[in-house]
Nanobody
Framework: VQLEESGGGPIQEGGYVSLACVAS????????MAWFRQAPGKEREVVAS????????DYADSVKGRFSISRSGSNNILYLQMNSLKPDDSAVYYC????????WGQGTQVTVYS
């Protein structure tokens, strides 16, 4: 399975952006998918996860109320709507299962400027 993230870019503080992750090839049918982010000098962390069959969403405290994860099961696409962005949200964003089952994609850079 290949994962390809897109949608990042430079965004002004307080703005919004929507990320997408397309899974292709192989057998894709995870129980849970997640969005991760990694800022320079920091470890990769989970910011949001979703049960793929639909239902439960979970969010890191730092993004709760501002980010929203969703998916298109039929198209194998994972989304992350990011609102009220802060400079601390600047990072490379990746998708994967919480246990990092698939090979990492290249990620998409989100840079929030004041």
């Amino acid at each position: 399975v290949q994962l390809e993230e897109s949608g990042g870019g430079p965004i002004q503080e307080g703005g919004y952006v929507s990320l997408a992750c397309v899974a292709s090839g192989g057998t894709f049918g995870p129980s849970v998918m997640a969005w991760f982010r990694q800022a320079p000098g920091k470890e990769r962390e989970v910011v949001a996860s979703i049960v793929w069959s639909g239902g439960r969403h979970d969010y890191a405290d730092s993004v709760k109320g501002r980010f929203s994860i969703s998916r298109s099961g039929s198209n194998n696409i994972l989304y992350l709507q990011m609102n009220s962005l802060k400079p601390d949200d600047s990072a490379v964003y990746y998708c994967n299962t919480p246990d990092r089952k698939f090979q990492w994609g290249q990620g998409t850079q989100v840079t929030v400027y004041s």
